[in-house]
């Protein structure tokens, strides 16, 4: 990895410039670079270094098999594993105890179907990867963007320039990129936030996550190493606001009354909440802009599909860029990142639609609604194909 020095008014050619260094942008950062592509990488604020007795960080994902398979490919779990995660071998839903569905790593004949992975910490093992040949810009931001038919030219906040043929905008849902390249999107606000909370827990590293679904809106249950957990809680805005709030010893007395037993007597470390948006660009490129990640879409996190999302998104068109490099064709080219959207916006599309439907589902205490959400998981619990399927979804399977 090459730290490019600040304050420099030269300009650098390369074949990419990726902005935004967090784990979608560092992880398409990586793969181009591997392959022998020349990228530059633009980031505000570099990962810190993982101290082992340092508490999680509070933003946690579910990674799946898909996501967990292409990371291991570019050399970045091997590091993450001597770091902190945590696998899960089951899956379980329900609305009332009796309704409990469970879906098993063994439904699809796999070890586990994901782990629980701190954002940082993702992204620090990419970083850890960077070959020499990358050439890594921060901090640093950009200023200006600038097209012609061939090429796309960005202007730095440290006054260096850098042309390339393409330019991937990684920079997430308030992408800098995605403005300067024009390109609108369209997406609503939800009525309801989101509580996060880093708990002690009173057993030992659980297997399983599970998500309980309540009129007003899923609580659930993310294990982590260790006796410890981060716990996830939906809720109308200002309720979220007000728990917030609370010291955490204020807030272990409401997460012991909100949830439902089998949460056991937690203790409270930290707590944070965010807003719930959905975001879908009107078109994933313009020009030799192409977005990425949280950049092009962000969902309802209702299934902490956000981030495998990203991946899969990058893992494309990765594929894409290094095919038609080999190849010597143009990797900005129109007809590549056209072929790029027509595989990841519909899959996309599908994936916020659904979780949508399940929002709508299961955040409603409208007696038909509640009648029909409680067959539906009712059947599923009774039938091992849906349960298969369901498994084999969550891991990735395609």
């Known amino acids: 990895m090459k730290t490019v020095a600040k304050n420099t008014s030269e300009q650098l050619t390369v074949d990419v410039a990726v902005v935004g260094g967090g784990m979608v942008g560092a992880a398409v950062a990586l793969s181009l670079s591997q392959a022998g592509l ?30 967990e398979a292409w990371l291991t490919r570019l050399g970045a779990w091997q590091p993450l594993q001597q770091m902190r995660l945590c696998p899960y071998q089951r899956l379980q839903a ?16 796999s070890s586990h179907l994901g782990h629980i992975v701190e954002n940082n ?35 730095l906040d440290n006054g260096q320039q850098l042309s390339s043929k393409l330019v991937i905008a990684a920079d997430g849902g308030n992408s800098q990129l995605r403005q300067l390249a ?10 309801q936030a989101c509580l996060v909370a880093l708990v002690n827990t009173p057993y030992p590293q659980q297997d399983v996550t599970w998500q309980q679904f309540t009129p007003t809106g899923p609580k659930a249950f993310l294990p982590l190493p260790g006796q410890q957990a981060s716990i996830v809680w939906y809720e109308d805005t200002p309720r979220v606001k ?11 007395q409401e997460l012991l009354k909100a949830f439902p037993a089998q949460l056991g007597k937690v203790e409270v470390v930290s707590s944070s909440w965010f ?45 894409l860029i290094i095919s038609a490099h080999q190849q010597q064709q143009d990797i900005g080219s129109a007809g590549l990142l056209s072929r790029y959207q027509r595989k990841r916006k519909p899959a996309n599309l599908l994936m916020m639609s659904t979780m949508d439907g399940f929002y709508q589902l ?7 609604l509640r009648n029909l959400r409680q067959l539906a998981l009712t059947v599923a619990s009774r039938s091992s194909m849906l349960k298969t399927l369901v498994a084999r979804y969550a891991v990735g399977s395609e």
């Open 242 to 252: 007000q728990l917030a709030g609370l010291k955490p010893e204020q807030l272990t």
């Open 182 to 191: 024009g390109i609108g999107t369209n997406g609503w606000q939800y009525q």
């Open 94 to 109: 329900f609305e009332q105890p009796q309704s409990l569905v469970t879906f098993d790593a063994a439904d699809v004949k």
């Open 121 to 155: 910490l993702l992204q620090l093992a990419l970083w850890q990867q960077f070959p020499a040949n990358l050439a890594l810009f921060c901090p640093a931001s950009v200023l200006a963007l600038s097209q012609a038919s061939d090429s796309a030219l960005l202007t």
């Open 275 to 319: 807003p719930l948006a959905r975001m879908d660009a009107n078109s994933y490129y313009s020009g030799r802009v192409v977005l990425a990640g949280d950049a092009a879409h962000t969902i309802n996190p209702l299934a902490g599909q956000g981030v495998n999302l990203g991946f899969a998104d990058a893992k494309l068109l990765t594929e």
């Open 362 to 368: 299961f955040g409603n205490d409208i007696a038909p």
């Open 38 to 67: 020349q990228v530059a990488l633009i980031e505000k604020q570099a990962p810190v270094s993982f101290e082992p007795d340092s508490a999680p960080d509070l933003r946690v994902s579910s990674i799946n098999l898909a996501s």
